[in-house]
């Protein structure tokens, strides 16, 4: 534990944010899911005879819509044939009651959940419909829960940084080469359009998921290929890689609208959305392949020859190559991998948009290198942890994430992002100088 | 001044006191109550083994360090030095090893860096080309104002760094091993320019593992040991061996170990390297079980030679045999792998990696000999590397101490852990003493001596003739590119017999 917080010290940061979003967000939440619905049906059940009216409530679009047809569905199954299902506004309930009104009957319940408890048509129903006295509102049990915490919002803080996430895998190693590497927001575009485009040629909407399988392949091998060029230029002729790779990122972009001429690509298969909207296990897609791809990489870096040699570079080139180092080598190879890592990005966004559009991933490259950055490695090299870059991208998701369910404006939201990654540098640079309180530092002797 | 009366031999009027100076880093108590006096017109020798303590109380007094106790006086006034740009105010100017000069501005532009003189923000370069040149008659040097620094060589570049520290009207002046990188003639000029500052009333803090030089040029010596005061002798009551024996805190024998050669069969044999201006027609060879050392002047192309028969830079022409056969070497990674290693003379640019851990800097041109099936095998290569420091007696407080934190000699004993346990059959050593205490020295000499013994070609250049004489089996001496002459019957050769071909 101590060790992890002295390798990853933007773990702490990132769990302040998350404690302060949680406690920003704390409120009643009302239950929807299929316990709530037994419940309710078992209260109907217990007091009401089948052949009385129930009406099941619920708003238009919204989580208790569903919930209210569900009710309403099991309650018919159950024999409780007068059951009314309405899903609409305030005023289709009314609408509704007056419709009983006029037949004459009077409702027995009012199920429901959420929002609805509180229309002032239901807190006026007393004065409007007298005659409706000793109608229930049936309700499952509220609870007091931060909508930040919410599975669905939690599933929906990776599900947005995936995309970085996976390519700041290969914005690492490059990094910590005492590179950078500017073209990654391009190639997903380039990526995106290229993959797309083949499995448009090779049957569009009727085409098989092997195809889809095909164009994912050929729109990564061909960000691999310019990775590769990137990094012979880099390595062999000596050109500064931020040069390099802003030029690579120019052209990368103007061969992508190239391609399609400005247009997306809408002709894609069924398949396509698998990757990036799919689930497997009640886990989406993506997140597995996020952790799996960063065990992975964590693995090759701390534990393999080519990782050591990864930092070495870094490090000190001249002393790695004097001690055998295949330096050239080992730069051209970070430089495919970051540009695969771009490649599968814009694969993934491609299957979460189903389009293959070329000016998707614009500005990425910033936001990827921030993650990186954040993450506590250093844009001068040698030093660095995958695992760290993986905080770090998780550090701007759950800013972004945590200022939406605050309803802060987009404006505004830009302004924070950029003033919290500046804050959690400077942090981690007092941390790493020694300028923090002791209890956050102790761990550093007992570890020698 | 009441110190005065302590010390009645002395005549000039005290300038410097540091008087019960501590200072701990985590784990370590770096410098223990350690006093200093410096008087007006006085050369002090700061001696001791690497990790004695003296960096930290030379960066105590330039304001690098904050002491945890102990007073500062200048001219019997109590000091606060809080930060380098104090010590400037007071006037302490301290000499790196590494200059802080800004290679691409004019000798001129890095003398005045900010402090330019300016009218209404514009720079007057007239004004301050004449007080540079003030400044260069007061030392006796002729150096170009306009020349930029990076073209300087290492001695000139020393000498602005002298001009510098007068400009801001420094009293006291350190200097951190200046003549590291100097040649025999650029550290006469450099003693030269000592003793005039001298003459001038200023103090000079004289910092070198050099003994011979403290001896020609400091009034008294200081010596550390383990963050200690061991004494503070005047010159004329030490020896050589007396100050050893006060460095390491026992007597020496001998600074040279013996050793019986017995050169087997040929290892390596170049013939008529060339490369460019450093490198014509360089041929020698080398047995196994044989020292061979390489003398000469900085520049005279040893350390171009041996980069070339390492694969570090490519050769014009010339042919390189290992063993017999001819091998074609165009990578480190390559002669690596035929079993050459070159152990380089600068330490931190080459050698390391500093700002990773010992074990990292160990293992890595071992990585393929500690990789399993696919990863790399941890443990193997920490027990390999404990076992190294335990038999070369490498002081960490444990593998993953970063390599920037060690002393030089100990560094230096990690760069040859890592080439050690390559194994290979062809050794080049390139200064490998230079900045490292005598203690340390001693165990690198035994070492080498080993190996050579179990059979390896060992080469070694060096710029300490008296370590070339100690060591080598034959001596190849070099002179601008070229290979002037061979020594082969060492025991009987001189000094003289070197230098003279050296120089000529």
């Known amino acids: 534990m101590q060790k992890l917080f002295s390798d990853y010290g933007m773990v702490l940061v990132l769990i302040v944010l998350c404690l302060l979003f949680s406690a920003l967000t704390f409120k009643e939440q009302t239950p929807l899911g299929s316990n709530a619905i037994i419940e309710i049906l078992e209260q109907i059940n217990s007091k009401f005879d089948k052949s009385d009216i129930i009406l099941a409530v619920g708003v238009a679009k919204k989580d208790s819509a569903p919930f209210a047809e569900k009710v309403g569905e099991k309650l018919k199954e159950a024999g409780y044939s007068k059951t009314r299902v309405v899903v609409g506004t305030p005023r289709d309930l009314k609408l509704a009651l007056d419709d009983i009104k006029a037949e004459g009957s009077r409702p027995a319940a009012i199920a429901t959940s959420g929002d609805v408890v509180k229309w002032r048509v239901i807190e006026l129903m007393p004065q409007s419909h007298p005659e409706f006295m000793g109608c229930e509102l049936l309700s499952p049990e509220s609870y007091m829960w931060p909508d930040f915490l919410k599975r669905s919002n939690l599933l929906a803080i990776v599900d947005r940084i995936v995309v970085i996430a996976i390519i700041a895998i290969g914005m690492t190693m490059v990094i910590i080469t005492a590179g950078i590497d500017l073209s990654v927001g391009s190639l997903i575009a380039l990526a995106a359009v290229i993959s797309t485009l083949i499995m448009k040629k090779l049957g569009g909407l009727q085409a098989s998921g092997w195809v889809v399988l095909i164009g994912f392949f050929g729109g990564m091998l061909c960000c691999g290929i310019i990775g590769a060029v990137g990094g012979v230029i880099v390595s062999r002729f000596k050109v500064a890689p931020f040069i390099t790779t802003l030029s690579v990122m120019m052209i990368a972009r103007g061969l992508a609208f190239m391609i399609t001429g400005g247009y997306s690509i809408y002709q894609v298969p069924k398949a396509l959305p698998w990757l990036g909207q799919g689930r497997l296990l009640g886990m989406p897609n993506t997140v597995i392949l996020l952790i799996v791809l960063y065990v992975a990489a964590h693995i090759f870096m701390a534990h393999t020859r080519t990782g050591r040699y990864i930092y070495a570079v870094g490090g000190n080139q001249e002393a790695a190559r004097l001690s055998g180092v295949p330096v050239k080598s080992v730069i051209v190879f970070v430089y495919v991998i970051s540009s695969l890592a771009a490649g599968l990005g814009g694969c993934i966004q491609t299957s979460q948009l189903n389009t293959g559009a070329p000016n998707i991933g614009v500005m990425y490259e910033l936001y990827v290198i921030a993650a990186v950055v954040v993450g506590g490695t250093s844009l001068s090299g040698g030093s660095g942890r995958i695992l760290g870059t993986l905080i770090g991208a998780f550090i701007i998701s759950v800013i972004q994430n945590g200022m939406n369910l605050l309803a802060i404006e987009s404006y505004k939201q830009q302004v924070v992002l950029g003033a919290v990654i500046l804050g959690a540098v400077l942090l981690d640079k007092a941390r790493r100088a020694g300028r923090l309180p002791a209890f956050l530092l102790k761990k550093k002797e007992t570890m020698n | ?504």
């Open chain 2, 1 to 504: 001044m009441i110190m005065m009366t302590e010390e009645p031999k002395r005549c000039n009027p005290l300038l410097l006191e540091m008087h019960q100076i501590n200072k701990s880093f985590p784990g370590v108590h770096a410098i223990k109550n350690v006093s200093m006096k410096l008087h007006h017109g006085e050369v002090l020798g700061l001696v001791g083994e690497n990790g004695a303590g003296k960096s930290t109380l030379i960066k105590v007094l330039g304001g690098a360090h904050l002491p945890d106790s102990g007073r500062i006086l200048i001219e019997g006034q109590p000091i606060d030095i809080l930060s380098p740009t104090a010590a400037q105010q007071v006037g302490v100017s301290i000499i790196y090893q590494e200059f802080n000069l800004i290679p691409d501005l004019t000798v001129r532009e890095n003398i005045f860096l900010g402090r330019e003189k300016t009218r209404m923000g514009f720079v007057r370069a007239t004004e301050e080309q004449r007080a540079t040149l003030d400044l260069f008659d007061k030392i006796g040097i002729s150096i170009d104002p306009d020349a930029r620094c990076g073209e300087l060589t290492v001695a000139q570049q020393q000498t602005v760094e002298i001009a510098k520290a007068l400009s801001v009207n420094a009293r006291i002046i350190v200097m951190d091993e200046p003549t590291a990188t100097l040649t025999t003639q650029e550290v006469d000029r450099l003693f030269a320019i000592i003793r005039d500052l001298k003459s001038q009333g200023l103090g000079i803090i004289y910092i070198s593992h050099r003994l011979e030089e403290v001896f020609k040029v400091a009034d008294c010596v200081m010596v550390l040991r383990d963050g200690e005061h061991v004494g503070t002798e005047d010159i004329d009551n030490l020896n050589r061996e007396k100050l050893i024996e006060m460095m390491v805190g026992r007597p020496i024998d001998s600074e040279f170990p013996k050793r019986l050669a017995s050169p087997g069969q040929e290892r390596l044999r170049v013939e008529e390297l060339c490369h460019g201006q450093a490198v014509s027609n360089v041929s020698f060879s080398v047995r196994a079980g044989e020292i061979l050392g390489f003398a000469g002047l900085v520049g005279a192309g040893r350390t171009e030679t041996m980069r070339l028969v390492f694969g570090a830079d490519r050769p014009d022409s010339g042919r390189i045999f290992i063993n017999g056969d001819e091998a074609e070497i165009h990578s480190p990674s390559n002669a690596i792998r035929r079993g050459i290693c070159l152990l380089t003379e600068d330490r931190k640019g080459q050698g390391l990696v500093l700002i990773h851990s010992c074990l990292e800097n160990y293992g890595l041109p071992n990585l393929d000999r500690l990789i399993g099936r696919v990863f790399l095998n941890r443990r193997k290569e920490r027990k390999e590397f404990c076992n190294f420091a335990e038999s070369l007696r490498i002081k960490t407080s444990g593998p993953e101490q970063l390599i920037m934190n060690l002393s030089g000699g100990n560094q230096q004993k990690v760069v040859i852990a890592k080439w050690l346990a390559r194994n290979t059959d062809i050794m080049i050593f390139d200064e490998p003493t230079r900045g490292i205490d005598v203690g340390t020295k001693y165990e690198i000499y035994l070492l080498m001596n080993r190996l050579a013994n179990e059979g390896k070609a060992v080469i070694m250049i060096s710029s300490e003739l008296p370590e070339i004489l100690g060591l080598s089996d034959r001596i190849i001496v070099m002179h601008e590119g070229r290979v002037k002459g061979e020594i082969t019957n060492v025991a009987n050769a001189t000094q003289e017999d070197i230098l003279s071909m050296a120089i000529a």
